[in-house]
């Protein structure tokens, strides 16, 4: 399968592009910093690196008509975070990639947190103190993650499949099981290992068992 990855330079991206080419699949990675990858990625015979910014519609239309099927962004917000980049850069990226007869993109899976809320969450004390203090504290990381949400969860489906993961605390641990359901369910805990969801998002690219739907992911635990 042909991939093109967003945000792959960041820990979350790094451990799906490494897993990824370790399955086999072939992947272009769009960046703006493509020396932050690591030599054994970046030198791979199946990666192809195209360097731009959210600002570069020339290179982004490049990279969306590289033949790859699938998109999957890791793009997202730091913390604090300033502006609403990714948001906007993806106001301009889907309705580019959608009409354009020269790309084969029909799925994307877009990473974003449970700070964007689903009509099927409920209520969760915990979730509400993680919410709350990235609204204190974040700066406009609150804004990205909503408007990622809110963006990627209007693209029609007819024309593109799209799955929304949302993600909790990050560790770099090594890959556990995953816990894929909506917030305030009992069993949703807030930490996540990065290897984690690179195992999720590629089984999701086979099963695609969460189309259309924005499941709130963590490895089960106390937390």
């Known amino acids: 399968m042909h991939l093109l990855v967003l945000g792959a330079t960041g820990p979350s991206g790094i451990a799906f592009v490494t897993e990824a080419l370790q399955a086999g699949h072939e992947l272009t ?7 932050k990858l690591p030599q054994d990625v970046s030198s791979n015979s199946n990666v192809k690196i195209i360097k731009g910014t959210f600002d570069d519609m020339d290179s982004t239309r490049e990279a969306i008509r ?4 699938v998109l999957v962004s890791f793009a997202g917000p730091g913390v604090p975070n300033k502006g609403t980049p990714v948001t906007e850069f993806y106001e301009k990226l889907f309705p580019m990639i959608l009409p354009d007869p020269e790309t084969k993109i029909k799925r994307t899976l877009c990473c974003t947190t449970p700070s964007y809320k689903i ?3 409920k209520p969760s004390w915990k979730w509400w103190f993680c919410v709350l203090a990235i609204w204190l504290i974040g700066g406009s990381a609150y804004d990205e993650v909503n408007g990622i949400g809110r963006v990627v969860s209007a ?3 007819s024309e593109i499949e799209w799955t929304l993961f949302r993600v909790p605390a990050l560790t770099n641990s090594e890959a556990k099981p995953v816990r894929a359901g909506n917030v305030g369910e009992g069993k949703d805990g807030i930490i996540l290992s990065r290897k984690s969801i690179a195992v999720w998002v590629l089984q999701e690219l086979q099963e695609k068992k969460w189309v259309g739907k924005a499941p709130a992911l963590c490895n089960p635990g106390w937390i």
């Open 66 to 69: 590289t033949g790859a099927t």
């Open 155 to 157: 693209l029609p489906l």
């Open 29 to 35: 990675i769009y960046a703006r910093n493509p020396s």
């Open 119 to 121: 009509p099927d969450d």
